[in-house]
């Protein structure tokens, strides 16, 4: 069995952890977030994926021929999506942050809070 | 906390934590041979009942065209969101100051990038157009086309002349395209409840598989899909870029 592909999809999340935990600016802590999320495309590809398949498009083969799983891709550009959506607002608020504390290292704001 | 006390204490959680995936990984399905039925029952039925020849659009917007509803939603939500979050801070004179010192610095963008940018954002455009409107045919469709698009746009914004996709006439246009995306994705659900009994239901022809204008809702629901992001990508990105501008100037 095989488990190289899963290995990488686990690998990538703990990577990502790793670099929210240990961040000391807001940017890197959301391109950590990225990161840690980017698991799950791999994971879901992963899961979905069928020796030989083709891609779930039947414009150009006939129906019939071995495809990997489009449900887990389906799955997949919904996760794309609001990856990319939540990035966003968190990019957002690291702006505010950083103007309102003058800081984007997010052990300081804490600090300057009071 | 000393950050390499944090440090020592990730450590040791993420490596159990690692430990218990790569247990948990052993439990998944051997790879190369996915195990789920779905994934073999919704070809035909995309194929056969929704008409469409790409397996993901006919799962994207029939099967869980309620989650697609959803997430377009969040996508909404999310790009009001940033857009108050960021405009919020931003004072009215600083802003337009900044926007005066831009026309300085936009003389100074060299003209081949100015050029490079207005050559490529046609080709981008005719091919986000293209990808929105294959979606249910080949792969790509309202989400991925609609980035392609934002980023035509963007690339003028970028490297042309300094046309303001903030401030001006357009901003409004960008925002009343990201709300007439959610909106009409939300009609189309409603259209199925009242004309065909459920909601997401199909109600137009189906027309030939395989053909531009096939597959019923599903290139509507494309279109609408496509307008949404990328009214939402230009959002959210030209806010970031004038937020970044902004600080240029402070610094």
New interface residues.
């Given amino acids: 069995m095989n488990v190289a592909p899963y290995a990488v999809a686990a690998w990538l999340l703990l990577v990502g952890i790793y670099g929210v935990v240990t961040s000391r600016h807001l940017v890197h802590l959301v391109l950590s977030l990225v990161v840690a999320q980017a698991s799950t495309y791999v994971l879901l590809l992963a899961i979905g994926y069928r020796t030989g398949g083709r891609a779930p498009i039947f414009f150009d083969i006939p129906p019939g021929t071995p495809v990997v799983d489009p449900v887990v891709q389906a799955l997949m550009l919904t996760d794309v999506v609001v990856e990319a959506t939540v990035s966003a607002v968190l990019l957002a608020l690291a702006v505010q942050a950083h103007k309102r504390f003058g800081s984007a290292d997010p052990d300081r704001l804490g600090e300057l809070r009071g | 906390m000393s950050?390499a006390v944090?440090?020592a204490i990730?450590?040791a959680a993420?490596a159990g934590?690692?430990v218990a995936?790569?247990v948990a990984?052993?439990g998944?399905?051997?790879?190369?041979?996915?195990r789920?039925p779905?994934?073999t029952a919704?070809?035909?039925l995309?194929?056969d009942h929704r008409h469409v020849?790409?397996?993901?659009a006919?799962?994207?917007f029939d099967?869980?065209g309620i989650?697609?509803l959803g997430?377009e939603l969040?996508?909404f939500s999310?790009?009001v969101?940033?857009t108050v979050?960021?405009r919020s801070?931003r004072a009215e004179e600083d802003a337009r100051d900044a926007i005066e010192r831009h026309h300085e610095l936009a003389e100074r963008t060299p003209a081949p990038v100015r050029g490079l940018g207005a050559a490529l954002a046609g080709p981008l455009l005719v091919l986000g157009v293209y990808i929105v409107a294959h979606g249910q045919?080949?792969?790509g469709g309202g989400?991925q086309g609609g980035v392609v698009l934002a980023s035509a746009f963007l690339l003028v914004y970028a490297a042309g002349h300094f046309i303001r996709l903030g401030r001006v006439k357009p901003e409004s246009l960008v925002e009343a395209a990201e709300a007439a995306g959610a909106g009409a994705y939300v009609l189309i659900a409603l259209g199925g409840l009242v004309f065909a009994g459920a909601a997401m239901e199909n109600f137009l022809p189906y027309g030939t598989t395989?053909e531009l204008l096939s597959g019923g809702t599903i290139p509507v629901l494309n279109a609408a899909v496509g307008v949404e992001?990328c009214g939402?990508?230009v959002l959210?990105l030209s806010?970031?870029l004038d937020?970044a501008m902004l600080r240029h100037e402070d610094a």
Wanted: proline content about 8%; aromatic content about 4%.
């Fill in positions: 950050p944090r440090r990730a450590l993420l934590l690692g995936l790569l990984c052993l998944l399905p051997d790879f190369g041979h996915p789920g779905y994934a919704v070809i035909p995309s194929l020849t790409s397996a993901v006919g799962v994207t099967i869980r989650d697609t997430e969040i996508l999310a790009a969101g940033a979050l960021l801070q045919l080949t792969p989400f395989g992001v939402a990508i959210i806010e970031l937020q």
